[in-house]
């Protein structure tokens, strides 16, 4: 993969009306849910970024049968749950945290071996906080000091009731999906809520998932139904829209089909929190996920205590948050997030380290950073090929003064690969060049 430059002529405004691409959350379970169900799964909308084709490309390697992806659909033939097929090599999860805590819930009951592999990023990640529930199951896998690759030789499993540490969307899926060929109930409590993509889906492929309050329940021995399914436009990637609006003057823009699932809005919260003149409309719903078109607006933000709670709503998201505290009067204060830390990126100290080089006054501590808002400078920023920091450095070229070059930026393409052409529609300056 080569190294691609961003370069972003300051100033501007961005108007107009576009759809982001596919949820990426949503296109990784449509695949999975789909290659284990009974029947024919059709995915429309599906986000067709580098991450999700890894997710296809693992299933399709364990013999489950696609066509596609073009145009964003997508049709699995699901072998069921017993049908998949050992993989005759090493299983790339590329740079996707999501596929290989998934994958690897999946695989943890399987009859055969599996080995997951990815790329240097995703070999730094932590997955020790999949082998601890995962390995009380009964699960087999070895991983050298808790991270990638991970040997997985397939076991008999048991229900497990577990209480996350952490809140995690991707551990609280990979125990689901390993339930799923356990015996007995697994349950599955967090401490904050996240995003329940899993339970929906898995509820409309006719899996009966019990849920009260913080904590989700299933039994395994049961069947999944193939369905049609669309796929929302991913508010993770809408994020970067909505911030830049709202710092470059005259800036009116409809983001269309956003999926708002109530344990992703984190992000609408807080920016409306800041002043950002955010409007929902044409409610509705698809595939079982509240939709709206998002019309947002310039306006002057000012810096907030971020409330702990908005945190896990908001996890992704935080790289383009950084960007709207930078340009809001006064200081932003963000606090328990930790989480950043272990992302694609340490995103506190890469946007702390970001934001210095435009001028920005910023204060790192363990679990988030203090920021106090001003003018934007310019500079070339090293993203450390974390996608969702390029997207955000990009969008903060509306409101700098200079030139901003971002470093790496090849990874945009796992999980937003039309953004430079968007962008540049929606009228912001950007250039991409080849390193």
């Known amino acids: 993969m080569s190294k691609s430059i961003y370069h972003v002529t300051p100033g501007g405004q961005l108007s107009g009306r576009l759809r982001v691409p596919g949820d990426k959350s949503i296109s990784h379970r449509a695949v999975i849910l789909g290659a284990l169900a009974e029947g024919i799964t059709e995915v429309d909308g599906l986000l067709e970024g ?60 399987q009859s055969f071996a599996s080995t997951l592999v990815g790329d240097a990023s995703l070999q730094r990640r932590p997955m020790g906080r999949i082998l601890t529930p995962l390995t009380a199951m009964g699960a087999q896998i070895s991983a050298a000091d808790g991270r990638a690759p991970l040997s997985i030789k397939g076991a008999r499993l048991h229900g497990i009731r577990y209480a ?20 007995g109930e697994s349950c599955v409590t967090e401490p904050a809520p996240t995003r329940d993509h899993s339970e929906r889906m898995l509820a409309g492929f006719g899996y009966a998932v019990r849920r009260q309050g913080p904590q989700a329940c299933l039994r395994g021995g049961g069947r999944l ?23 470059a003057p005259g800036s009116d823009i409809c983001l269309e089909g956003v999926g708002i699932n109530p344990t992703r809005t984190g992000v609408i919260e807080i920016l409306t929190r800041m002043g950002a003149r955010i409007d929902l409309g044409n409610l509705r719903e698809v595939g079982g996920e509240p939709v709206a078109d998002i019309r ?13 709670h908005l945190v896990p709503l908001a996890i992704d998201e935080f790289p383009a948050i950084f ?7 006064g200081e932003t204060i963000i ?22 080089t435009l001028g920005v006054e910023v204060a790192e501590d363990p679990e988030g950073a203090r920021i106090r808002g001003g003018s934007l ?24 003064s200079q030139p901003i070059r ?20 929606a009228g912001l300056a950007l250039q991409v060049l080849e390193a």
Request: net charge negative; proline share 5%; glycine share 12%.
């Open 225 to 247: 139904q193939g369905q049609a399914l669309v796929v929302p436009a991913d508010i993770s990637s809408a994020a970067f829209f909505l911030v830049g609006a709202s710092i």
């Open 296 to 308: 947002v607006r310039s306006a002057p933000l000012q810096g907030i205590r971020i409330p702990r």
């Open 406 to 425: 971002i470093e790496d930026c090849a990874n945009v393409a796992t999980s937003f690969p039309d953004f430079p052409r968007l962008a540049q529609e």
């Open 164 to 183: 996350m540490p952490i809140a995690s969307a991707q551990v609280k899926s990979a125990i689901l999906l390993a339930g799923l060929y356990a015996e």
């Open 50 to 109: 580098a991450d999700v084709l890894a997710t296809i490309a693992a299933f399709q390697a364990m013999g489950v049968a696609m066509e596609g992806p073009q145009g964003g659909h997508l049709r699995i033939h699901g072998v069921g749950l017993q049908g998949l097929r050992e993989p005759l090599a090493p299983l790339d999860c590329g740079n996707s945290g999501t596929a290989m805590r998934l994958l690897a819930g999946v695989l943890a009951g």
């Open 377 to 400: 400078g310019g500079g070339s920023i090293v993203s450390h090929g974390d996608h969702r920091v390029a997207m955000a450095f990009a969008m903060a070229g509306l409101a700098a």
């Open 323 to 329: 960007v709207a505290a930078a340009c809001a009067a």
């Open 335 to 356: 606090e328990g997030a930790a989480e950043l830390r272990v992302k694609e990126s340490d995103r506190i100290a890469v946007m702390a380290a970001g934001l210095k």
